[in-house]
């Protein structure tokens, strides 16, 4: 079984910046397609950032390109999402997952087996 911890949310201003980490249990967490996503209250979970098993490729929702970045440690089982320039629409709880049987990223939550329990972040204007 994979478990998935974010930590690192918290209440800031808008325009400054905050990194979460997602530590994950697996053994094999370099096999894995790792992802964030985020949910506001009343809407659908949304797409944020996907990194591939070795970290070379990224892929962004057009919501956050430009101002997050997502990157992995596999020596140290995390996964990062560092944001940069924080709206106050950013304001959500944030969610880091994992693709255990997928060789390429994914933008779609079907693609994700193991989920955290999210971290929230809220950014004031």
């Known amino acids: 079984q994979v478990q998935l911890a974010e930590s690192g949310g918290g209440l800031v201003q808008a325009g400054d910046s905050l990194r979460l980490s997602c530590t994950t249990s697996?053994?094999?967490?370099?096999?894995?397609?790792m992802g964030w996503f985020r949910q506001a209250p009343g809407k659908e979970r949304e797409f944020v950032a996907t990194v591939t098993r070795g970290g070379g490729t990224t892929y962004y929702g057009d919501s956050v390109k430009g101002r997050f970045t997502i990157s992995r440690d596999n020596a140290k089982n995390t996964v990062y999402l560092q944001m940069n320039s924080l709206k106050p629409e950013d304001t959500a709880v944030y969610y880091c997952?994992?693709?255990?049987?997928?060789?390429?990223?994914?933008?779609?939550?079907?693609?994700?087996?193991?989920w955290g329990q999210g971290t929230q972040v809220t950014v004031s204007s």
């Open positions: 697996g053994r094999t967490f370099s096999t894995y397609v």
């Open positions: 997952a994992a693709d255990i049987d997928s060789s390429s990223y994914s933008s779609r939550l079907s693609s994700y087996d193991y």
